[in-house]
């Protein structure tokens, strides 16, 4: 059989699950089904005693007997419960789905090996849905390769065993010398890397440790490596293409505005950032620059005198922030900045109306208006620019590739970009997700900021925390209350919300409280957030709709409601919303008494560091980058399939320094010896939009 053969004529296969494998796994050929590796192994040549499972262990299996089924529950809640014994204790295997299929499949006081993840719960692990199968001759042992699979394909009986011997049907049918090298041989013998087909032989099928290491290590530096090649060869490409606009000129505007109008010293941080900005723009050269600072090290001040520069030579500017609240917020504080330069400054957001609109339209086309600070609608195709020259893209987490690329459009020449964080990106993400893109940093805080106490509160300490916040509040300070609101249980999370604004106006009947959350009318939600910004309100009960950029000096307390529900870096950005002032700040974390390891792990994250940078790297150990909040939503440019970001750092430095070697030969790829290179690149950047510029 061919390698390119589509999945549905593999022995195994047919119309029904190619269908699944399609839609679900995006693996149409033989070859892509080959190339779906395993995402861990079980050793299976161990068997577990029930009373060693710890909550670290992973996939384990145990040896034993059934002793009794037990139906639970109703409804949803309805359930199978069987009680499992090795000989020494019992744990229980859970079922919620094909409930008469369990009952039917197996009999009580019959050997069984069973398989699976234990959790714990109520402090007793058990099993959900396990594995579970009878011991005999033939059975897999030495390493069990584990595949990801879907809800949809277990459904369809298509688990990580029914894929494991769908590939092992793969490999029995295809002639194993037509599936192609797609690493150079030179390589291929530098890091002593098998050649492609054992390599995938040992990933599906590894016989030990040592192989099984081998064959990864080779798939990982592949996937890295064409990464790498397709980004420095764009880099390449739009180095030699793009022609800048320079701004050699540090004006009137810029000038007046530092001597004048500059509310307070800057930061070392952030005067070597600006020097830094400075370089890029003055030069013939394209600015691509993103500056990490943490939140409340002070980022807008530097975007507004890079754009000041932008306007000393005769350019536009534009910024660009994630919600309408900051980008509103950055309106009025920079229009107040710089009103006495004499300088408009245009705010378009969704909800501008139409009159003004039309009025900013024309300013910018005209040219008369230098400044604009807008949302997502700046990005809008009837948004024109006389000569766009900078853009600064506000907390850059939040938008996704594609909205970034459409500021290409707006000029021939694309402007100079700054892109600005909260969220640090780690090193080996920011090299995949950026590729050449320069880094600056403020690793400073402004002076005279004390260290945010943060603090893991129960559920049960609320009369406690209650008078913590009269106390604050008493002393004038003011008080965040963050709700979690995620999509799927949106109405018993608005429930929640509500509540907790109704009981914090009960308690604080004598401090004005208010409250905000997405679902509002913006006109509604902006009244109630001005309540707070201009000190009217004590309190301010929202949903994560504050999490970036809004700044509230006065604000010393953050209360953070069920506060498991959230990520890393989201925990961290809301904490970034105190601090801003001279006064001691806290966050109070709130979960209940019971809660599982990884929460656990990421509230002691919290309170052991402020670092921003730390806590991004916590993040991506814990929940590897494909999840990480920030690539989230603007997706990571290649599905990574094998490598991990978090542990192949070493690797990726290798790959980049191959990539590149190999570019500096051979800048195009156009020698006969690397054609298969890019033929390999092309087909693997067939659907990718220009990306790694856009940031
Ligand atoms: P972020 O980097 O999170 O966007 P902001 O730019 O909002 O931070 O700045 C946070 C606060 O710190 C603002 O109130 C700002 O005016 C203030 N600030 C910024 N730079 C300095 C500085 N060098 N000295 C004192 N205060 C500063
Ligand atoms: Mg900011």
Known sequence: MQITAPIKYLPGVGPKRSDILEKELDIHTVYDLIRYFPYKYIDRSKFYMIRELESATAYVQ??????????????????????????????????????????????????YIVFGKPSLFNGKFSFVHPEIEKPSADRITGFMPLYHTTEKMKNHFLNSKAVQKLVYMAFKNIDRNSIKETLPAYILSKYGFPDI????????????????????????????????????????????????????TVGHYFNTFYKECLPFDLTDAQKRVL?????????????????????GSGKTIVALLSMLLAID????????????????????????????????????????????????????????????VGTHAVFEDNVQFNRLGLVIIDEQHRFGVAQRAKLWGKNIRPPHVLVMTATPIPRTLAMTLYGDL????????????????????FDEKRPALNNFLRKQMTLGRQVYVVYPLIKESEKTDMRDLENGFEAMKNIFSDFTVCMVHGKMK?????????????????????????????????????????????????????????????????????????????????????????????IAEADLRLRGPGDMEGTLQSGLPFNLRIADLSRDGQMLGLARDEASALLDKDPMLSTTENRLLLENLQQMTKNVVNWSFIS
């Open 438 to 457: 320069d880094v600056s940093v403020i690793d400073q805080l402004p002076p005279g900021r004390k260290e945010i106490q943060t603090e893991h509160i």
């Open 62 to 111: 145990i040896r034993g007997m059934i002793l009794g089924f037990r139906p639970m529950g109703e409804g949803k809640g309805k359930r199978l419960v069987a009680t499992f014994t090795d000989g020494k204790d019992t744990i229980e295997l859970i079922f919620f789905k094909g409930l008469n299929y369990i009952l039917d499949s197996y009999q009580l006081n019959t050997e």
């Open 313 to 372: 030579n005769d350019y536009q500017a534009c910024i660009v922030a994630p919600t309408e609240i900051l980008a509103t917020q950055h309106y009025e504080s920079m229009s107040k900045m710089i009103a006495p330069l004499g300088l408009e400054v245009g705010l378009l957001t969704g909800s501008t109306r139409t009159k003004e609109r039309a009025r900013i339209a024309d300013g910018l086309t005209s040219g008369s208006l230098k400044i604009l």
């Open 197 to 248: 087909a054992t390599s995938l032989l040992q990933v599906h099928f590894p016989q030990n440790v040592a192989e099984m290491d081998k064959g990864r290590a080779r798939l990982k530096f592949e996937e890295l490596f064409y990464i790498q090649l397709a980004i420095l060869k764009q880099a390449n490409q739009f180095r030699s293409k793009a022609m800048g606009h320079p701004f050699p």
């Open 522 to 614: 913006p006109t509604e939600k902006e009244a109630q957030m001005r309540e707070f910004i201009e000190g009217r309100a004590n309190m301010l009960v929202s949903t994560t709709v504050i999490e970036v950029g809004v700044n509230v000096p006065n604000a010393t307390v953050m209360v953070i409601e069920n506060a498991e529900r959230f990520g890393l870096s989201q925990l961290h950005q809301l904490r970034g919303r105190v601090g801003r002032g001279g006064d001691q700040s806290y966050c109070l974390l709130i979960t209940k008494y019971n809660i599982g390891v990884d929460t656990r792990k990421r509230i002691d994250i919290m309170t052991q560091t402020s670092n921003g940078f730390e």
């Open 275 to 295: 020097r830094e900005i400075r370089n890029d723009v003055r030069g013939p050269g394209q600015m691509n620059r993103l500056l990490q600072g943490d939140v």
